[in-house]
Structures are given as structure tokens and as C-alpha cells.
């Protein structure tokens, strides 16, 4: 049977270099499963592959959109299906690896999303000017009175859900809760998980450093440029956001460095929290890159002979 291997895990982990590795041992390439590196000209702020490594593999959804398209979870699901059927062309025994850290994204891969209608650019522009004019706050009011079981729920220090959310209400006239089924997918392939993590401490020092080698790489000058569509949902991310509150005077660099690293530490226990609630995820520490390869081609193993059982 032909199968998925997911390689996921918080932020500055160390999933890159294992990922390199594990596809020019089976001379695959790499679907990348990051919301941020799928967008053109974010390239230090995202950490995206550098052209040496894209050299080196192929990969799929990295720098492929403009700042100002359209795209979601449901949108990647489906784009991922179509190139694993590519991949697998027909083949049983085949395998792909997907990696990432985009939390949705991944569960839409594995798991399937809920069919969620597509919203129109009409709507989208009309609720990002409302967003402008009227503020977060007005809108989560707003989502309270039309949908006050998401409201429940939902982050509201989210921009993009809560926005969302309203955009949906409005196009279709029913809540964004009656689209929530939550139905897991079958999909005809199997899936093995692998979770990367290290040491708290480790891992926090590997993001400070990370978010400091942005800086000298130029991070500064890539946000400056991208000022002009910081109202891009793209651009609503960690090392962007807290460059264009500094452009604004709002505090000093120093500062806004301090926050990006703080901002980033709070994301990677996010993605922790996530990847801790799926019991099929198999966690290594990030270091253990033979025990890794090994693990992968058991399983992979063993999912061929289970198939040649049935």
C-alpha cells in the first residue's frame, strides 16, 4: 500500500536536515506543509528552503503564490491529493513524505476538512476594509451574535479565524458552526506521523538563535519591503508583525526582536499542544536520525505486508 510519511514538529526543531536526508534516500521529493514558506518573497521571515536545497530536492508548494492569493487549509488538501496521485501514479507499494508545521494544514491532509464553501473576492475585500475601518473587536461582536457557539470557542486574538468565520456567515447566511462536522477523510494511502522535539531549554535557545540569523540575513529590509501589503493575511505572522509595529514607532528594534523570539517560543508550545493530542504521532528526539530511518522503513515494512495479508 502506498504511504504518507509525516515528518511535523515545533518551529526551529531541526526537521529540514532529517527531511533532506530521508528523500534522497528513497529519491523522492518533499511536500511542504507550511502556510507561510507556500508564499513568494517571505523567504528569511518563513525560513524557507534555500536554493541549494531546493537543489538538492524537489519540493512542492514552496514560494508558488503571490502575497495577495487566496488560499486555505481545504485548497491545500486538496492540492496535496492531487500530487500524491501523481507520485504514487498507479503504484501500490510507493511511499511520499510530507513535512511541515502548519498544524491545519496537515490535519487536512490527513485527516480531510470540512467541505467549507469557497469565499468570493468580493466578500473577502469587504470584510478585510471592515477589519481596517471598524477593528477586531467589532467584529468579534459581530461573530457573537451571528455564531455565538463558535464565538465560544474560537481565539479571538485570531484575526484570520475570526474573520473567516464572519465570511462564511455572511455569503452563505448560515453559521460557520453548521460547517464544522468534523468527518474523518478515508484516504488510500497510509499514513505514518513523526514528531520532532527536543529539550525546552534546547529548543528555545535553537529559536533564539534562528530569529537572530534572520536578522543578519535581513529580515529587516525583506519586512520593509513588504510593508506595502502588510494587510495580507500572509503577512499577519510572527517576525513580520512585530517589524512593522517598530516601523511605526510603536517600540524600538531591540525590542521587536525580543518579541519576534518570545512570539516564537509561544507558536512552538502551540504546535506542541496540537501534536500531543494525535496518539497515531510517533515522537523522536530531533537528533536521532538513524533511529528515524529505521522506524520508517519498519513501518513502511510492515504496511506492505499487511496489505499482501488482505
Not at 503564490?65 to 487566496?70: C, E, I, K, N, S
Not at 505514518?192 to 534572520?214: F, G, W
Request: charged fraction near 30%.
Amino acid at each position: 500500500m502506498n504511504t504518507l510519511v509525516v515528518i511535523t514538529g515545533p518551529t526551529a526543531v531541526g526537521k529540514t536536515d532529517l527531511c533532506l536526508d530521508i528523500a534522497e534516500s528513497y529519491g523522492i521529493p518533499i511536500i511542504n506543509a507550511d502556510s507561510r514558506q507556500i508564499y513568494s518573497d517571505m523567504h528569511i521571515g518563513t525560513a524557507s528552503p534555500t536554493e541549494e536545497q531546493l537543489r538538492r530536492v524537489k519540493h512542492y508548494f514552496v514560494g508558488n503564490l503571490h502575497l495577495g492569493d487566496y488560499y486555505n487549509a481545504s485548497m491545500f488538501e486538496q492540492d496535496v491529493l492531487h500530487v500524491l496521485e501523481k507520485e504514487f501514479d498507479g503504484r501500490n507499494d510507493h511511499i511520499a513524505l510530507m513535512t511541515g508545521g502548519s498544524m491545519m494544514y496537515i490535519d487536512a491532509v490527513c485527516n480531510g476538512i470540512d467541505d467549507i464553501p469557497t469565499i468570493t473576492d468580493d466578500v473577502r475585500q469587504w470584510m478585510k476594509q471592515r477589519l481596517e475601518s471598524e477593528g477586531l473587536e467589532r467584529l468579534c461582536e459581530e461573530l457573537r451574535l451571528m455564531d455565538p457557539e463558535y464565538y465560544a470557542i474560537v481565539d479571538r486574538h485570531n484575526t484570520r479565524r475570526v474573520v473567516h468565520a464572519l465570511e462564511i456567515c455572511h455569503q452563505t447566511g448560515n453559521t460557520f458552526t453548521s460547517y464544522r462536522v468534523r468527518e474523518r477523510k478515508h484516504r488510500p494511502f497510509a499514513i505514518v506521523k513523526i514528531a520532532l522535539n527536543r529539550e525546552r531549554e534546547v529548543l528555545y535557545e535553537r529559536i533564539n538563535r534562528r530569529v537572530d540569523s534572520m536578522m543578519a540575513a535581513g529580515l529587516e529590509d525583506e519586512a520593509r519591503r513588504l510593508l506595502p501589503y502588510r494587510h495580507e493575511n500572509a503577512l499577519n505572522t510572527v517576525g513580520y508583525k512585530e517589524l512593522f509595529a517598530y516601523f511605526d514607532g510603536i517600540w524600538p528594534l531591540d525590542e521587536a526582536v525580543e518579541r519576534i523570539k518570545g512570539n516564537t517560543r509561544r507558536y512552538a508550545r502551540k504546535q506542541l499542544t496540537w501534536f500531543k493530542r494525535d496518539p497515531a504521532v510517533r515522537w523522536f528526539d530531533a537528533d536521532d536520525n538513524k533511529e528515524i530511518m529505521t522506524y520508517i522503513s519498519q513501518e513502511w515494512s510492515k504496511i506492505q505486508k499487511t496489505t499482501e495479508v488482505r
